[in-house]
């Protein structure tokens, strides 16, 4: 596919994907093709709404397209029958969700989410092992694996949270990480610790990332790659310097507006208040 | 400057088991000037939304107001919520635009009814349909068609409903209006949209000045004249934004600065550190400054005292022992701090 005769590790060709029928169907994801290369960051960008996550479930694997085909390494994965060969594609691709408050069994220690990850990788992996990659993998994002691992959900903040599910998905040693809104219900102090650890990831075992977002700022701080989405659609895609500098598409440069910045001219309350 | 709003050391803890206290707001005092948007930053856990709650005088057990008081106009206001009592000055004299806009409408009533029984319980004499026109106004200024008041909450979406409240929240036009996280759950547009509406409204001077509630930096920046950090249930700097954003003087200040994430071209590839660690238990709280035992200047005093405060600028100031040795006190007012308990 691409021009240097490596094949993308990752490439959906025209996926469209409907809910509902007749009048009141909805296209969620209409024609989107993309491609990622390995060792890629990339992201998709769009409000609530535009499909990004159905895009992202998609590629998981979690939901059928209604058209399409999803390529993985070089393989069509999109008609993956069965419950066993699915599983062996999600030791290949892994997810963080937004909510680390709904990813956890409140009721099963971070040892038991991790264990039961390792599973999806080899059932028969000796206890001593099993342990000592749990360990490393809690070490990786930043966490004390004698305190963390016998800890209980709501023993953990958020941020710890989000880490476990970092480690819970690395430990697999997937080829893919589908990071879906990772850092929104994060604190904005604890956020950065949370990307660093991606990037981190990224950079020591070339981990490729697809983070699915709706902070602009976000996707310029990690990304090579940026995918802007609307209404289902895929505006506009390009590296992130160039899509930063010379936004092409309407909706691209309405997003840049939007944000808020820190420096640039502040949009203060005209003839409000303590001068 | 008029001042609007002046309250002076609220204290108000959460109730745990028989005996223990959770101290999320611990002698906090703040003024609010007339057409002013005063800022509130911090991270989770730090007592910023329990603050909201005790300027909203909307605390109810297990969270009790412990001391402290508060005027509005001149006029004192009561502090602890609860539906014992005279609620009339809720929504009029303060009104809180809560966080959870989810968990913020009722389930089994279409919009409109619910509108129309919030503003009945404060008049009831009031006209329907006058209120409904009111309400459909203010929709409207947030690109929301009127055909939402005839929507049950389900039918919304999550932004949509987020907007609905802030509508719900502003139709008594309240003196103070208290926003905790407003824009948290809604897309950039949206959000400029509902800031563009609350800057108005204090522009048409039909709401008095605002208190924001937000963990975004970058919107406190745009729409805030001035700024407080809050760490650990306490103030630790309170400024004009752009000294306490640019100019920060308190190493808690410097530190979440540090951690924002901004919108520039240059930030790629730029690494940005987060802060370590995570706020303190805050039924027992560090001795000293509460910010110590993460604090990369942290001396020996900071873990044995309450620091000073420390005016770096005249309207400016922040509580900090490493400041104080840093600049020698120049004003009175740093060794008045200093006398606090």
Redesign the interface.
């Known amino acids: 596919m691409s021009a240097n005769g490596q094949s993308p590790l990752l490439r959906c060709a025209a996926i469209t994907r409907v809910f509902g029928q007749g009048a009141r169907a909805v296209r969620a994801v209409d024609d989107v093709s993309l491609t990622m290369q390995r060792g890629e960051i990339a992201s998709i960008v769009g409000e609530s709404g535009s499909g990004k996550s159905t895009l992202a479930r998609v590629v998981l694997r979690l939901l059928q397209p209604s058209a399409g085909a999803v390529y993985f390494d070089g393989r069509d994965v999109t008609r993956l029958r069965g419950f066993a060969r699915r599983r062996e594609y999600w030791s290949h691709v892994q997810a963080v969700f937004q909510d680390p408050f709904g990813s956890f069994n409140q009721f099963y220690p971070v040892r038991y989410v991790l264990r039961s990850a390792l599973r999806l990788e080899d059932s028969a992996l000796p206890r001593r092992e099993r342990e000592a990659r749990m360990a490393v993998a809690l070490e990786n994002v930043g966490l004390d694996p004698a305190s963390v691992l016998d800890q209980l959900p709501h023993e953990l903040s958020g941020g710890q949270r989000q880490r476990v599910m970092i480690a819970r998905a690395v430990m697999v040693q997937p080829d893919l990480l589908i990071a879906d809104e990772p850092t929104t219900m994060i604190d904005a102090s604890s956020r950065a610790n949370i990307l660093n650890v991606l990037l981190d990831l990224n950079r020591d075992r070339r981990l490729t990332i697809l983070f699915i977002t709706h902070d602009i700022s976000l996707a310029t701080y990690v990304s090579d790659t940026l995918f802007i989405m609307q209404h289902g659609k895929l505006v506009e895609s390009g590296p992130v310097e160039r899509v930063t500098r010379t936004p092409e598409h309407d909706y691209t440069r309405q997003l840049f507006a939007d944000t808020f910045s820190l420096h640039g001219e502040a949009w203060h309350a005209a003839g409000g208040g303590a001068a | 400057?008029p001042e609007l709003l002046v309250a002076k050391d609220l204290r108000a803890y959460y109730r745990t088991g028989l005996s223990g206290w959770i101290r999320a707001v611990d002698g906090v005092s703040l003024s609010l000037?007339?057409?002013?948007?005063l800022g509130v930053a911090g991270?989770?856990g730090c007592g910023k939304s329990t603050l909201a709650m005790v300027l909203a005088s909307v605390a109810r057990w297990p969270l009790c107001v412990q001391g402290g008081t508060m005027h509005v106009d001149g006029r004192s206001v009561p502090l602890s919520g609860g539906l014992k009592g005279d609620g009339s000055h809720r929504g009029t004299v303060v009104s809180l635009m809560p966080q959870g806009a989810m968990n913020s409408l009722n389930p089994t009533q279409r919009v409109r009814d619910f509108v129309f029984d919030v503003l009945r319980s404060h008049d009831p004499h009031v006209a329907r349909a006058e209120t409904l026109d009111r309400a459909r106004e203010r929709l409207e200024k947030l690109h929301l068609p009127a055909r939402v008041l005839d929507a049950y909450p389900h039918q919304l979406?999550?932004?949509m409903k987020q907007r609905v409240v802030a509508v719900i929240s502003t139709l008594l036009d309240p003196r103070v209006l208290i926003a905790d996280e407003p824009t948290s759950a809604l897309?950039?547009?949206a959000?400029?949209a509902l800031l563009a509406l609350m800057?108005e409204l204090?522009?048409q001077r039909i709401i008095g000045?605002i208190v924001l509630v937000t963990?975004?930096?970058?919107?406190l920046?745009?729409?805030a004249?001035?700024t407080m950090i809050m760490y650990a249930g306490q103030l630790c700097e309170t400024g004009?934004t752009?000294e306490v954003?640019f100019a920060p003087a308190h190493p808690y200040t410097k530190?979440?600065m540090q951690?924002?994430?901004?919108?520039?071209?240059a930030?790629?590839r730029q690494?940005?550190?987060?802060?370590?660690g995570?706020p303190p238990d805050l039924s027992q709280p560090p001795g000293g400054c509460r910010f110590h035992p993460r604090c990369r200047y942290a001396l020996e005093a900071c873990s044995q005292s309450v620091p000073p405060t420390v005016v770096p600028s005249a309207?400016h100031d922040a509580v900090c022992w490493w400041l104080a040795q840093a600049t020698p006190p120049p004003t009175a007012a740093a060794s008045d701090g200093a006398a606090e308990p």
């Not at chain 2, 690494?271 to 370590?276: S, V």
């Open positions: 400057m000037n007339e057409g002013e948007i991270e989770s979406s999550g932004g897309d950039v547009g959000q400029r800057v204090l522009e000045s963990h975004e930096l970058p919107i920046r745009n729409v004249q001035r004009p752009e954003i530190a979440l951690a924002t994430l901004v919108l520039e071209s930030t790629k690494r940005i550190e987060g802060l370590e995570g309207g």
